[in-house]
């Protein structure tokens, strides 16, 4: 099982001090918190993708090639990457480039948007959202693995035998997972693919997130790409720890009380009493991250929202540190309890091309 | 016939729930106090947290549910600033972003308090087209209840007769749709007649029975172009 951590990418006034970080302390912190991911352990790093302020990562590839020169282990994903506003062609390139240069430590997360002025200022239409994800993901996916390409579709100038450079590394298209809410449309589009499905799983109450994940499933072994066990599920978790539970609830209220999506809201504990956001002890931490196998199944990619809400850099250093030390070790032992054998892990470079010389022999 | 009251009136005893009282005993024959009647005062907190956080709280969600699941419905708001009241619509925009079909097809009685007589059209033009909008179908009689009324005898008859549109509408419905609770199969309405959505998996847009195969989503887009 993989864990990791996913960013926003928010600028966002610690409301401690008021203070707002600029845009280049932002960015030179998404970085470090990457490379102190990979320094405690954890799998993943992914960035999502913006347009609009407050947020700065516009750029994901720039920033994961960045990364990707600096670590040796990571895996480089994004937390979404617009499949709907993203020129399809860019985003075969993109991805393609990033792993060569990361030797296949890449995977990518497809994402609609939600925030309706970005699809205008692309030539887009937010009420076409779910086709341009499926349209643009139906032109990408054969970009990564047919040489010349002739296409024809609504929302793109046709191509005539056009190739996407660089092919991806080793003829190996990066793993694709497709994250969303509360569209069925795309928990059926990563099943018909046999893609991995990605539930943010933070901001909602854990039976919505179940029932999404069952859909999944269920149209995962319906196309036959295995049992529906043997789906390949990912799901966002958000925490805040310290030593004590008291002093972690402390400390994280006032970022909790004013933050950007839920601030103004429910309770800090009406919140995490409803959703799997969890703020104390590590301990706690894994109880609930272990609790959600109870509604999602036996899953292959866990990550948390760690930097958001205005937490100073060294906090969030902090939690890494806490993250990587007392709750992983823990959560890779006490999910490999009981789960089956034929359940996969998450794909990577090298074991999708295993599985491609293997098939090939 | 299950028939639940929504009131969105603020004091306690409150005259917009007392109407809502009568209405649905005269619908149901049933006493007041087997009537299920949602108090939007008592979820109040709840559904302004429902804009800010996206979701219910858990008592919204089953209030909701029981909305959603009933057979008819009876809603009642006191009259502000020459609508329904702020509360009043803010449970229904919640309920709509939640389900846009939680009212397709479910027959609605609209009745309003107000201090004054002269506020009594606030039912045809704030809350019919609310609940038109809604796709419910609303009860041609509508039951306004001005102080005075509590003390005439017009009020009884008109309680009477919205009632009994209330209770006709339901039993046709129900009996055309083969009773409550699911029912026909599930996926895109066909159009023609009445969609009767209530609650049951076949309107549950996460269930793998109703999911659109992937293949169709992408050649409806191959035809379109």
Redo the contacts between chains.
Sequence with gaps: MQFGIFSVGDVTPDPTTGRTPTERERIKAMVAIALKAEEVGLDVFATGEHHNPPFVPSSPTTMLGYIAARTEKLILSTSTTLITTNDPVKIAEDFAMLQHLADGRVDVMMGRGNTGPVYPWFGKDIREG??LA??NY?LLHRLWREDVVNW???FRTPLQGFTSTPRPLDDVPPFVWHGSIRS??IA??A??YGDGFFHNNI???AD?TK??I??YR??YA?YGHGTPEQAIVGLGGQVFMRKNSQDAVREFRPYFDVAPV?????SLE??TR??PLTVGSPQQVIEKTLSFRDYAGDYQRQLFLMDHAGLPLKTVLEQLDLLGEEVVPVLRKEFAKDRPADVPDAPTHSSLLAGREVTTV | MSVVVVSAGLSVPSSTRLLGERLAAAATGQAPSDVRVIELRDLAVDI??NF????P??ALAEAMDAVTGADGLIVVTPVFSASYSGLFKSFFDVLGVRDREALAGKPVLIAATGGTPRHSLVLEHALRPLFAHLRAVVVPTGVYAASQDWGDKGLDARIERAAGELAALTGALSAASGGTGGGTGGGADGGGAISVTRGGAAGD????R??????E??AA??S??
Aim: hydrophobic residues 35%.
């Design positions: 779910i086709n499926i349209e139906a024809e579709g609504k069925p449309e059926e589009q099943a018909y901001f909602w109450p919505h029932r999404m069952e859909l269920a149209r319906h839920y601030g103004n809201g429910p009406e919140f409803q959703t | 302004a947290h800010t956080s996206g979701f709280a858990p847009k996460f269930d793998a109703n999911v659109v195969p992937f293949e989503q992408l887009l191959r379109a172009g």
